[in-house]
Nanobody, 120 residues
Framework: QVHLVESGGDSVQPGGSLRLSCAAA????????MGWFRQAPGKKREAVAT???????SVADSVKGRFTISQDNAKNSLYLQMNSLKPEDTAMYYC??????????????WGQGTLVTVSS
């Protein structure tokens, strides 16, 4: 079992930056993929960025060039650097992990979420 805890959410102005962190505990060696997902009010949860155990990344078109996903395997940590934030980036951001596939299509563990609000 994998346990995930996010941190770093905050309120920022448009154009600002934030760095989200996710600490993983438990059977972390079983994780094939980790990722960041977000859900805005009234909208479906969507994938923001994923990274597999080989370090290959995938980033949603809506955040490409602004968000960067990275991981520190030694610390069992996942990060999301978010730059040039826009009001439409406002959402609850969730850390997720898959032990079954390398593209995070099947999620086995979710964090509790961290709120990002972008507003002037």
């Amino acid at each position: 079992q994998v346990h995930l805890v996010e941190s770093g959410g905050d309120s920022v102005q448009p154009g600002g930056s934030l760095r989200l962190s996710c600490a993983a505990a438990g059977y972390t060696d079983s994780m094939h993929c980790m990722g960041w997902f977000r859900q805005a009010p009234g909208k479906k949860r969507e994938a923001v960025a994923t990274i597999d155990s080989d370090g290959s990344t995938s980033v949603a078109d809506s955040v490409k060039g602004r968000f960067t996903i990275s991981q520190d395997n030694a610390k069992n940590s996942l990060y999301l650097q978010m730059n040039s934030l826009k009001p439409e980036d406002t959402a609850m951001y969730y850390c997720a992990a898959s032990t079954r596939d390398y593209e995070c299509n099947t999620i086995d563990a979710w964090g509790q979420g961290t709120l990002v609000t972008v507003s002037s």
